[in-house]
């Protein structure tokens, strides 16, 4: 028994064992970055001039242009206004024959060849990038960084700017700068998931084959390739699939496909309009059906279930489990994986069955779907030899690329246009957080309260990533108004489909025995989403959103060059005017301004770890 004295120390020890430990950093700064996005969101949404007068404008806006865009002209059909004796148009629909619907093929056509061209262009060039960039296979940690170095400067110019300075380069060479833009910038992407591949290899072959006096190149081409092989494979078709979205951006440019034709419909007075609305389905079911192909291909290739979040990767695991249940050689449907020493030494005495001949019959197709690509797209390769860089190099001409300067445009204009780009980004995050919100936890399988609550929100979800966010801005854009508001809502919007999945994905993804102990000790729904289920996804959240930013910060200076203003407002002028000097400066500002957001998030993730 304690003495009175001793009563305050045992109260005190008592106190010590009670006391809650201190946070996690992980928790600390997840929160810390959830304030500094709110803060800066709601900073942003005033510098944009959000207010009640600017919604109500941007809806009398949209009413205006769905009212020029219908009634909707297809391919194969013409509409005519023919003017009543009271005042009012009275619209009719003519059918024109097939020759539209072949030329609208065609478009379609030439843009999957430049698509893929580019993309195939891509992968043979973030070879000896990744080689370089990856920890275990460069030779030198200067090589490492300057091989890192392109990765992001590739990833940090927009590929509209590859097209217009090599258009320049090449006088009336046709696909060709198309063709090598997409590549170059892809292999941002694409060097980078290469280089992770290698990092992330089995270093016994590559062990083996150098005790054994192979070569640097046996070591290579023998000990890692066989390895990375199935992951760059779904690398290439998964940025093959993101190309295509962007191809809509290159129409402003003039690259010719789908994206020149909608280009085209939208500047093309109210004729032009009426066929916007149906470019766009015909854009939006050409991604869908393009991304479906991408992961069944993967799935037969790889032989692995597909794991993203994308309307592909849906779809895939559907056939499969269809595929699985109809064979019956599985009762969830899941495709069965072997253990990896299984799998090496089924490798090692591969049988010519049907499963292997079946899949070299589609690499073989994909071969010559590649070789197809090139020739239909008929890029005029002579012009590499012989381009005109005395143009770019030369100060004394016009059109020189060097030394960098902003033109008539002070430092200050530069630094407002700098902060726009930014503001539409924040601003859009925290709209698309906000949403997703609501629209990710209540599609998780683990907070909605009944299946069909969380089978509606993951269909919101599903339907509105399935749209190119490109398109859906874009249209925004033009329907909305010119400016960053209408900008920054589109992003928003468009960013939900992603975040949304994400979130909800998070949350059904956390240890669910703290959820189980409330649950059994009484507490309610809404007791055990707030006290487990949110603060163990909050890490993962925050990361998500990170990522979410990122693209924003990319997507804001590409909404620029279709009218929201910003960086992307300033490049465009300086495009058109071919004055290279200032595309130059503006490129330098644009890659400054990914290399401090993309370097902010890995130290951040790094502390969410």
Same mark, same amino acid.
Not at 399 to 409: Q, T
């Given at each position: 028994?304690?003495?009175? %004295?001793?009563?305050? #120390?045992? *109260?005190?020890?008592?106190?010590?064992?009670?006391?809650?430990?201190?946070?996690?950093?992980?928790?600390?700064?997840?929160?810390?970055?959830?304030?500094?996005?709110?803060?800066?969101?709601?900073?942003?949404?005033?510098?944009?001039?959000?207010?009640?007068?600017?919604?109500?404008?941007?809806?009398?806006?949209?009413?205006?242009?769905?009212?020029?865009?219908?009634?909707?002209?297809?391919?194969?059909?013409?509409?005519?206004?023919?003017?009543?004796?009271?005042?009012?148009? #009275?619209?009719?629909? #003519?059918?024109?024959? @097939?020759?539209?619907?072949?030329?609208?093929?065609?478009?379609?056509?030439?843009?999957?060849?430049?698509?893929?061209?580019?993309?195939?262009?891509?992968?043979?060039?973030?070879?000896?990038?990744?080689?370089?960039?990856?920890?275990?296979?460069?030779?030198?940690?200067?090589?490492?960084?300057?091989?890192?170095?392109?990765?992001?400067?590739?990833?940090?110019?927009?590929? &509209?700017? @590859?097209?217009?300075? @090599?258009?320049?380069?090449?006088?009336?060479?046709? !696909?060709?700068?198309? *063709?090598?833009?997409?590549?170059?910038?892809?292999?941002?992407?694409?060097?980078?998931?290469?280089?992770?591949?290698?990092?992330?290899?089995?270093?016994?072959?590559?062990?083996?084959?150098?005790?054994?006096?192979?070569?640097?190149?046996?070591?290579?081409?023998?000990?890692?390739?066989?390895?990375?092989?199935?992951?760059?494979?779904?690398?290439?078709? =998964?940025?093959?699939?993101?190309?295509?979205?962007?191809?809509? *951006?290159?129409?402003?440019?003039? &690259?010719?496909?789908?994206?020149?034709?909608?280009?085209?419909?939208? =500047?093309?007075?109210?004729?032009?309009?009426?066929?916007?609305?149906?470019?766009?389905?015909?854009?939006?079911?050409?991604?869908?059906?393009?991304?479906?192909?991408?992961?069944?291909?993967?799935?037969?290739?790889?032989?692995?279930?597909?794991?993203?979040?994308?309307?592909?990767?849906?779809?895939?695991?559907?056939?499969? +489990?269809?595929?699985?249940?109809?064979?019956? %050689?599985?009762?969830?449907?899941?495709?069965?994986?072997?253990?990896?020493?299984?799998?090496?030494?089924?490798?090692?005495?591969?049988?010519?069955? +049907?499963?292997?001949?079946?899949? !070299?019959?589609?690499?073989?197709?994909?071969?010559?779907?590649?070789?197809?690509?090139?020739?239909?797209?008929?890029?005029? *390769?002579?012009?590499?030899? %012989?381009?005109?860089?005395?143009?770019?190099?030369?100060?004394?001409?016009?059109?020189?690329?060097?030394?960098?300067?902003?033109?008539?445009?002070?430092?200050?204009?530069? !630094?407002?246009?700098?902060?726009? !780009?930014?503001?539409?980004? @924040?601003?859009?995050?925290?709209?698309?957080?906000?949403?997703?919100?609501?629209?990710?936890?209540?599609?998780?399988?683990?907070? /909605?309260?009944?299946?069909?609550?969380?089978?509606?929100?993951?269909?919101?979800?599903?339907?509105?990533?399935?749209?190119?966010?490109?398109?859906?801005?874009?249209?925004?854009?033009?329907?909305?108004?010119?400016?960053?508001?209408?900008? %920054?809502?589109?992003?928003?919007?468009?960013?939900?489909?992603?975040?949304?999945?994400?979130?909800?994905?998070?949350?059904?993804?956390?240890?669910?025995?703290?959820?189980?102990?409330? /649950?059994?000790?009484?507490?309610?729904? #809404?007791?055990?989403?707030?006290?487990?289920?949110?603060?163990?996804?909050?890490?993962?959240?925050?990361?998500?959103?990170?990522?979410?930013?990122?693209?924003?910060?990319?997507?804001?200076?590409?909404?620029?060059?279709?009218?929201?203003?910003?960086?992307?407002?300033?490049?465009?002028?300086?495009?058109?005017?071919? =004055?290279?000097?200032?595309?130059? /400066?503006?490129?330098?500002?644009?890659?400054?301004?990914?290399? &401090?957001?993309?370097?902010?998030?890995?130290?951040?993730? +790094?502390?969410?770890?």
């Amino acid at each position: 028994m304690t003495t009175v %004295a001793e009563r305050p #120390t045992a *109260i005190a020890a008592r106190s010590a064992l009670v006391r809650r430990p201190a946070p996690r950093l992980s928790t600390i700064v997840s929160y810390g970055v959830i304030i500094a996005i709110l803060a800066l969101g709601v900073w942003s949404f005033i510098g944009l001039d959000y207010s009640l007068k600017s919604l109500d404008t941007t809806g009398k806006n949209i009413a205006r242009f769905l009212g020029m865009a219908t009634p909707m002209q297809w391919p194969g059909w013409e509409v005519a206004g023919e003017r009543q004796a009271d005042g009012t148009t #009275t619209y009719v629909t #003519t059918w024109v024959g @097939f020759a539209p619907i072949w030329e609208m093929f065609l478009t379609i056509v030439i843009t999957l060849a430049l698509v893929i061209a580019g993309t195939a262009l891509a992968a043979v060039l973030s070879v000896p990038v990744a080689y370089g960039a990856a920890r275990n296979t460069t030779p030198h940690g200067l090589v490492l960084a300057a091989c890192r170095g392109i990765g992001v400067i590739a990833r940090a110019v927009p590929d &509209v700017v @590859f097209v217009v300075i @090599f258009a320049f380069l090449w006088f009336n060479s046709g !696909t060709l700068p198309a *063709i090598v833009a997409i590549g170059l910038h892809s292999v941002g992407m694409i060097s980078k998931m290469f280089a992770d591949a290698i990092e992330q290899i089995d270093e016994g072959p590559r062990l083996a084959i150098r005790s054994a006096g192979g070569s640097k190149s046996q070591e290579f081409w023998s000990g890692v390739i066989p390895q990375v092989l199935p992951a760059w494979i779904a690398v290439a078709l =998964h940025r093959a699939d993101i190309n295509l979205r962007g191809t809509v *951006i290159l129409g402003v440019v003039g &690259v010719i496909g789908i994206g020149y034709e909608l280009d085209e419909a939208l =500047h093309g007075g109210p004729a032009g309009m009426r066929r916007v609305i149906p470019l766009v389905v015909i854009i939006i079911v050409l991604c869908v059906l393009f991304e479906v192909v991408s992961s069944l291909l993967r799935t037969r290739l790889l032989g692995v279930q597909p794991t993203g979040k994308g309307l592909g990767d849906t779809v895939a695991r559907a056939v499969a +489990r269809t595929k699985a249940s109809v064979e019956g %050689a599985s009762t969830t449907g899941a495709i069965r994986t072997q253990d990896r020493n299984a799998r090496i030494e089924a490798a090692m005495h591969r049988p010519w069955d +049907r499963s292997r001949i079946g899949n !070299t019959v589609w690499i073989w197709v994909g071969i010559l779907v590649v070789i197809g690509a090139f020739v239909y797209a008929a890029p005029d *390769i002579t012009k590499m030899l %012989a381009p005109s860089w005395n143009e770019l190099v030369d100060p004394a001409r016009d059109r020189a690329i060097w030394p960098p300067h902003f033109g008539s445009r002070s430092v200050a204009d530069v !630094t407002a246009a700098v902060v726009t !780009t930014i503001q539409i980004a @924040f601003a859009a995050s925290l709209m698309g957080a906000i949403i997703s919100a609501v629209v990710g936890p209540l599609s998780a399988r683990n907070v /909605a309260p009944n299946s069909w609550i969380r089978n509606t929100f993951r269909g919101i979800a599903l339907f509105i990533r399935a749209i190119p966010d490109l398109v859906v801005a874009i249209l925004f854009i033009i329907a909305a108004g010119i400016g960053p508001q209408a900008g %920054a809502l589109a992003l928003g919007i468009g960013g939900v489909g992603l975040l949304a999945k994400l979130i909800g994905d998070s949350m059904e993804e956390v240890p669910n025995g703290p959820e189980r102990a409330l /649950a059994a000790g009484g507490s309610t729904r #809404t007791q055990v989403f707030f006290s487990s289920t949110l603060p163990m996804s909050v890490p993962a959240m925050v990361s998500h959103l990170m990522y979410l930013l990122e693209q924003n910060i990319r997507s804001a200076t590409l909404l620029g060059i279709v009218g929201a203003g910003g960086i992307g407002f300033l490049l465009l002028n300086a495009l058109q005017g071919r =004055h290279f000097d200032e595309v130059l /400066a503006y490129v330098l500002v644009i890659i400054a301004m990914v290399v &401090v957001v993309e370097s902010a998030s890995i130290l951040i993730r +790094r502390a969410l770890k």
